[in-house]
């Protein structure tokens, strides 16, 4: 197992994200780093994702062209008028009640959270009529991983654009990108120093009746033969620590490893 970027190169890199967050050029950016892996044979994406399914309770398994994974974020889904979103943000390794409640308590988490909400709602408002999301939001258990989740639930305004169109007007949301959009951006080009590929992206299905639902690639790996590529981000806004968010990129690591290197 490899890790390209080393500890301190990544103090540095979210040390700039804070900086830029102090001036005022940004509210939150998602730093991502990745993780090479090489097998002594080639996986097996069937097997990889029977033991996800197994193995990630309530997550979103996904494969597509060698892109395996178990994630956690609903970007949207749509039936009919009825459209919905589950936006993750805020981490811990849930291996306590006591880190459960530290989650829920933590003003940290709850900011970071907060800005992939509005984010969010401020893209469908214009688009439905109704639109509804909680003003706390929950803890949610996903294997050794919890995350805060807020559902959102609304009613679109006739015609109802697809669960495609929605998913394209959404991505990139603050919990894979960050806020402002087109500023956060320009900061991961600039300090990630790899290609994200198809990390983060959106991965799932429309039907011919624009009915469909949208889940971001997250807590994944792409697959080529014996070798495989995981990517894993943390939320930088003010009060981040850069070796807390490091802890948080490889606790959201942690699963995928897991599925794919099996005694």
Known sequence: MVAPRTRDEW????????????????????????VLIEADTAFDPHEIVRGLVASQPGSFVYASEGLVGASPELLVRRSGTVV???????????????ALRALAASV?????????????????????????????????????????ATPIRGRLTDPAPSALELARLLHPTPAVGGTPRAAALDAIRALEGFDRG????????????????W??????AELD?????????????????PDAEWAETQAKLEPMLRALVRP
């Open 84 to 98: 919905e979103s589950r936006p993750v943000a805020g981490t811990t390794v849930a291996d306590s009640d006591d």
């Open 225 to 241: 033969g014996a070798r495989a590529r995981l990517v894993a981000g943390a939320g930088i806004v003010a009060g981040s620590d």
């Open 198 to 213: 198809r990390y983060a992206g959106p991965v799932g299905w429309v039907d011919a009746r624009g009915d469909g639902e």
């Open 11 to 34: 103090r540095g890199a979210v040390a700039r994200v804070l900086t830029a967050i102090e001036s005022g050029e940004l509210e939150k950016v998602v730093l991502a780093r990745e």
């Open 215 to 220: 889940a971001i690639a997250l807590r994944g």
């Open 108 to 148: 940290k988490d709850t900011r970071e959270h907060r800005f992939v909400v509005d984010g969010i709602v401020e893209v469908l408002r214009s688009r439905c009529d109704e639109l509804l999301a909680d003003a706390v939001p929950d803890v949610a258990v996903f294997g050794p991983v919890a995350h805060l």
